[in-house]
T-cell receptor, first 117, second 115 residues
Framework: GAVVSQHPSWVICKSGTSVKIECRSLDFQATTMFWYRQFPKQSLMLMATSNEGSKATYEQGVEKDKFLINHASLTLSTLTVTSAHPEDSSFYIC?????????????FGEGSRLTVL | AQSVTQPDIHITVSEGASLELRCNYSYGATPYLFWYVQSPGQGLQLLLKYFSGDTLVQGIKGFEAEFKRSQSSFNLRKPSVHWSDAAEYFCAVGAGNTGFQKLVFGTGTRLLVSP
């Protein structure tokens, strides 16, 4: 299969600071990546669809100015949580599709746990 | 709007016993249905999927799932559980006209395997 990697795996930051999370496709090119957010004991919620070379498409209720997504290359998408607050603490996961997989299969990163103090 | 319900938050099964994880979905048209597994420290991995055709689908690691339209269900089964199957399992439905790329997930079921 294809490999998607996220960095950092977990991060702790102070309230008011910004945090950047990277999502990389290690062995394939991903024109589209997806960002999710997962609260404890809850499902993964799609936040946005990241398209290489264009603006991300955000799901309803997701603040685009709070969660900045950049997909500058075919192997890297970044999620920046700006002016983070404790309520932004969560598990953030990215995924991408690859022609190496079966139709409809998505490949997921390991996730990044953000804790805002 | 699409939704997925996994009624069991966690399930404990003895090693060697059979397993069934429940999943119910809500979707107006023919759904694209998936089961993913997440082991600690790893990303979600696709176990199997249903798009159309045979309602009993086989997946990796000996898992299978059956699509039952009348019950809006897509339960995951395995005849004999191994200790390495302990993980979090997510059922998902493909949403909207993007079909299988924009997924709506259930809350997950954590499987514990006892000796």
């Amino acid at each position: 299969g294809a490999v998607v990697s996220q960095h950092p795996s977990w991060v702790i930051c102070k309230s008011g600071t910004s945090v950047k999370i990277e999502c990389r496709s290690l062995d394939f090119q991903a024109t589209t990546m997806f960002w999710y957010r997962q609260f404890p004991k809850q499902s993964l919620m799609l936040m946005a669809t990241s398209n290489e070379g264009s603006k991300a498409t955000y799901e309803q209720g997701v603040e685009k100015d709070k969660f900045l997504i950049n997909h500058a290359s075919l192997t890297l998408s970044t999620l920046t949580v700006t002016s983070a607050h404790p309520e932004d603490s969560s598990f953030y996961i990215c995924s991408a599709s690859s022609d190496r997989g079966s139709p409809g299969e998505l490949f997921f990163g390991e996730g990044s746990r953000l804790t805002v103090l | 709007a699409q939704s997925v319900t996994q009624p069991d938050i966690h399930i404990t099964v003895s090693e060697g016993a059979s397993l069934e994880l429940r999943c119910n979905y809500s979707y107006g048209a023919t759904p694209y249905l998936f089961w993913y597994v997440q082991s600690p420290g790893q990303g979600l991995q696709l176990l199997l999927k249903y798009f159309s055709g045979d309602t009993l689908v086989q997946g990796i690691k000996g898992f299978e799932a059956e699509f039952k339209r009348s019950q809006s269900s897509f339960n995951l089964r395995k005849p004999s559980v191994h200790w390495s199957d302990a993980a979090e399992y997510f059922c998902a439905v493909g949403a909207g006209n993007t079909g299988f790329q924009k997924l709506v997930f259930g809350t997950g079921t954590r499987l514990l395997v006892s000796p």
